[in-house]
């Protein structure tokens, strides 16, 4: 029990993040906001970084593998977060969060590639959440939003990014390497916020809640209570929990920043959720949840 209410406050923390995200941007660039965000980030993981020292086995690897690991997680995480982040200069907070969350169904795909075994189960939640997204995302005309746009192919880096911190979490510290890939994904977007920005010290204090809330809030507190809610909990019920993340991005959307989600938008919501939540669990596992409800029965 405490682990799903540690998971589930960590959904409602990311998923409230997008709020922050928005607002972010009402005084600096999107570029600038990550490059902040991300440091920060790394710099809240540091007391979590010490507890877990004496805490976890440690992992036969090299300063090398977790730098090639970290390197490649954060340029992932860099294409990925600057897709999101500048799509959300076009879209609403709301739509971001549940095309966002389409990644977890193109995971197991990718995985095809790798070849990972998919189950019947993530076919039927991605026709499912794949309906919910036109309904969400395409217009009468077959157009979809630029920054819808960019969210999609924002899913699919935030896809890939799953893929390489599963391909690297055994072989280093999973704490440390998001450590090394929040402080390269902070420092590539500052660099690019140099280029294409002009970051202000009066933009970062102007917007200094939004910033605190997103790195400090969202990747150290939300970080910390994935990594210790997950330390007890079902797989399963971990994934279904913390998809909850867009429903809670929905809420803070339409609650704190007045946005409106029309019928059809609603609908779309509702199949991308019950398609997430579909991918994630198998068949055999509702099966068997059935048969033991039919022996309880009788």
């Not at 779309?268 to 939540?277: K, S």
């Amino acid at each position: 029990m405490h682990s799903n209410i540690m998971l589930l406050l960590a959904a409602a923390i990311w998923g409230m993040g997008f709020v922050a995200q928005r607002l972010g941007m009402d005084h600096m660039g999107p570029y600038t906001f990550n490059g902040l965000r991300f440091l920060l980030g790394a710099l809240s993981l540091l007391p979590l970084v010490l507890w877990l020292r004496g805490r976890q086995p440690r992992h036969p690897t090299s300063v090398r593998t977790l730098m090639t690991g970290g390197l490649m997680a954060g340029g992932v995480l860099f294409a990925a977060a600057t897709l999101q982040q500048v799509g959300l200069l076009y879209t609403t907070a709301a739509k971001a969060g549940f095309i966002t969350g389409f990644y977890i169904i193109i995971v197991p795909l990718l995985g095809l590639l790798l070849r990972h075994q998919t189950g019947v189960n993530t076919w039927v939640g991605g026709a499912v959440a794949l309906v919910g997204l036109y309904l969400l995302s395409v217009t009468d005309d077959f157009s979809m939003n630029f920054g819808d746009l960019l969210q999609v192919a924002g899913a699919l880096f935030w896809a890939i990014h799953l893929l390489v911190l599963d391909h690297y979490s055994s072989r280093v510290a999973p704490i440390r390497l998001a450590a090394v890939q929040f402080v390269v994904c902070g420092l590539l977007s500052l660099t690019v916020a140099f280029l294409l920005e002009a970051p202000s010290v009066a933009g970062a204090v102007a917007g200094w809640q939004a910033l605190l809330y997103a790195g400090l809030v969202s990747v150290g507190v939300g970080y910390t209570l994935q990594v210790l809610g997950q330390r007890q909990a079902h797989p399963a019920h971990a994934a279904i929990i913390l998809s909850l993340e867009t429903v809670f991005a929905a809420i803070g959307g339409v609650v704190l920043l007045g946005e409106h989600l029309d019928s059809r938008a609603m609908l779309g919501c509702c199949l991308m959720l019950v398609g997430m939540l579909l991918s994630q669990i198998p068949l055999r596992w509702l099966w068997k949840s059935r048969r033991d409800r039919v022996v309880i029965e009788k």
